[in-house]
């Protein structure tokens, strides 16, 4: 079962990615989760990958793929893996699609979490974050016990900058033009399989299980 997470940021990619990853008992991978395993391990991919972040350089998209196809290796992806944050372009999906074909191999869906902006914006920007032990909460969804304060450490709770509205609306429009192409691309294979990601998170897990097992409504 090999899976690419699709969705904007805030969508709630990630969390459903780490559910199907422990009930299917396959990996959840992010390119984040691979580069620093790599660095931490001195590999020769992470040595290259080291170059160009040293510089402050993105590190291009033909190592980005050698080092998701060197973990697509590893033993624990023989049923299958969930793949977060990669691809984000067509590029990159059209290279991805090639380097796995090398293999007589493909990925078995695409799975997009589908969430209006305007509902992204309200989530993102009702997070708090506490400043001194990290917790975070949500003002609608998690709200501290105390406005304001963290309920483990009684500390200040902040907007971080990340989350701010506007801030938050520009990644939507990198995210417009660069990622959602992908949906189209995956689309044509006939890989692309969508959820409505306004939903409460259990019941969007329900619908990509039933994807997942074939009695998704046609």
Do not use: W
Not at 8 to 28: M, S, W
Request: hydrophobic share 35%; charged share 30%.
């Amino acid at each position: 079962m090999k899976i690419i997470m699709l969705g904007a940021p805030g969508a709630g990619k990630g969390t459903q990615a780490k559910k199907i990853a422990e009930k299917y008992g396959i990996p959840h991978i992010s390119t984040g989760d691979i580069f620093r395993a790599n660095l931490k391990a001195g590999t020769p991919l992470g040595l290259k990958a080291k170059e160009y972040m040293d510089k402050g350089a993105l590190v291009p998209d033909s190592l980005t793929l050698e080092l998701i196809m060197d973990r697509f290796a590893n033993p624990d992806c023989a049923n299958g893996y969930v793949l977060d944050g990669f691809p984000r372009t067509i590029p990159q999906a059209e290279a991805l699609t090639e380097a796995l074909k090398k293999n007589n191999d493909e990925v078995d869906y695409a799975i997009d979490v589908d969430v209006p902006d305007e509902v992204i914006v309200n989530r993102m920007s009702g997070r708090r974050a506490c400043v001194n032990c990290g917790a975070t909460y949500h003002i609608v969804f998690n709200a501290p016990k105390v406005e304001g304060k963290c309920d483990t450490c009684g500390a200040d709770l902040i907007l971080r900058n990340d989350d701010k509205p506007e801030t938050v609306q520009n990644r939507l429009s990198v995210y417009h033009e660069q990622t959602q192409p992908l949906i189209d691309y995956y689309n044509g294979f006939g890989k692309l399989r969508s959820v409505d990601g306004t939903k409460e998170m259990s019941e969007v897990f329900d619908a990509i299980v039933d994807i997942l097992e074939n009695k998704e409504s046609k």
